[in-house]
């Protein structure tokens, strides 16, 4: 694979998280508009987080099982030629059930986007692949912190969310085209040790209890992010929840870039312990002082750089204990959609009953379960492995 395509093909896969930052963060500021769309209360219009989260899911498993193959680049490139085309569609039904359906297809798309565009990174960038998957993950971030300013632009120039959402479906079309036109890096040795010693890189029971961390980890992000604009205009006004959401993807796309730089100084245990440590104590403003408009900011952007670069980092973590290709990818994709599938529409449920704390509290047990498991598998003998199974 030449140098120049190389480049191209890391930008798409930048692009393609680009695009997952993007539409999860248009998600929650555009509830109101999706229920009244559909016609149905903001309670029930949560269900398409739902529905997102088990299309991630499914997307997961399906982009596990190509991302290892000769053919990556062709599903990527077709795979974000679907997420315009539903992009499109979702806006302007007004069946519930075919906006759950259009969401599911979404969430499929998004998965599976997100599994090859880790595991290609890995492959192509190896032992060099640190900054790399920080850079990756910054392009998410920074599709996030976009997201609701560019929705409340649009909104305040073109009522409604379908503006929003189709300004949304134009982003993929480029990156659709580049990443069809290059070949799919060769696997060499990787088809070897997959195909012929499944057992050097295949799922283990180690390898998914310490994934797990996944769970609750994700669970908790996205849970907090999908209400956290809730939460906030509860507490002042849709405005300032607009500039909060901002500022905390703003911090989050900031830190995502400066982890490129700690990636290369510091360790992947060093970089988890300071982030869960600012993670867990950034949530007592919210808990401690709800109304408190200084306290809202002051969590929302401590908690959006305290998460910016612990997805990476933790499949760097994983990655010196055990194999990592697109197989566990798809595992760890697998996983994080379990948390994020079921603890936001936790949080909406329990919304109502037990008030608007439960965003921050919901969201601060479960990083502390992560964390917990990333403290127990960090006492497993760091090993070199991922150099021994990829070679571009």
């Known amino acids: 694979m030449t140098s120049t395509a190389k480049r191209l093909a890391t930008l798409c896969y930048f692009a393609s998280l680009g695009v997952i930052g993007l539409v999860s963060a248009a998600i929650a500021p555009t509830l109101q508009g999706l229920a009244d769309q559909a016609m149905v209360p903001l309670a029930t219009v949560g269900f398409v987080i739902t529905s997102r989260s088990l299309g991630y899911l499914i997307g997961a498993i399906w982009g596990g099982r190509w991302s290892d193959g000769t053919n990556a680049h062709r599903m990527i490139g077709t795979t974000l030629s679907i997420t315009t085309v539903s992009l499109l569609m979702l806006p302007i039904t007004s069946s519930f059930w075919v906006l759950q359906a259009i969401m599911l297809l979404?969430?499929?798309?998004?998965?599976?986007?997100?599994?090859?565009?880790?595991?290609?990174?890995?492959?192509?960038h190896s032992e060099r692949a640190a900054p790399y998957m920080n850079a990756l993950h910054f392009f998410f971030g920074l599709g996030g912190f976009i997201a609701p300013f560019l929705v409340a632009g649009i909104a305040a120039i073109l009522p409604g969310v379908r503006w929003a959402y189709w300004a949304l479906a134009i982003v993929p079309i480029p990156f659709a085209a580049i990443i069809l036109?290059?070949?799919?890096?060769?696997?060499?040795?990787?088809?070897?040790?997959?195909?012929?010693?499944?057992?050097?890189?295949?799922?283990?029971?180690?390898?998914?209890?310490?994934?797990?961390?996944?769970?609750?980890?994700?669970?908790?992000?996205?849970?907090?992010?999908?209400?956290?604009?809730?939460?906030?205009e509860h507490h002042t006004s849709s405005e300032m929840a607009t500039w909060v959401l901002g500022a905390f993807w703003g911090a989050f796309s900031l830190f995502r870039l400066l982890g490129v730089?700690?990636?290369?100084?510091?360790?992947?245990?060093?970089?988890l312990l300071i982030d869960y440590s600012v993670l867990l104590t950034a949530a007592l403003p919210l808990l401690l002082w709800?109304?408190?408009?200084?306290?809202?900011?002051?969590?929302?952007?401590?908690?959006?750089?305290?998460?910016?670069?612990?997805?990476?980092?933790?499949?760097?973590?994983?990655?010196?204990?055990?194999?990592?290709?697109?197989?566990?990818?798809?595992?760890?994709?697998?996983?994080a959609c379990l948390g994020m599938m079921l603890f936001p529409w936790l949080t909406g449920r329990l919304l109502p009953m037990l008030g608007s704390w439960i965003v921050p509290g919901l969201s601060t047990l479960l990083s502390g379960i992560a964390f917990s498991i990333i403290l127990v598998t960090a006492r497993r003998r760091p090993v070199l492995l991922t150099e021994d199974i990829w070679h571009t």
């Open 106 to 124: 979404v969430g499929i798309c998004l998965g599976a986007l997100d599994v090859a565009g880790n595991a290609l990174v890995l492959r192509i």
């Open 261 to 271: 730089i700690f990636a290369k100084k510091w360790s992947a245990e060093r970089i």
């Open 290 to 335: 709800p109304g408190s408009t200084t306290g809202l900011w002051i969590a929302g952007i401590a908690m959006g750089a305290a998460h910016a670069s612990i997805y990476a980092t933790t499949v760097l973590f994983l990655r010196r204990r055990y194999p990592v290709a697109g197989i566990q990818m798809g595992a760890i994709t697998f996983l």
């Open 181 to 232: 036109s290059i070949d799919t890096p060769g696997l060499a040795l990787g088809i070897y040790v997959l195909q012929k010693s499944r057992k050097a890189v295949g799922l283990s029971w180690g390898f998914v209890l310490s994934a797990s961390t996944y769970i609750f980890y994700v669970g908790g992000q996205i849970s907090f992010v999908s209400w956290f604009y809730v939460y906030a």
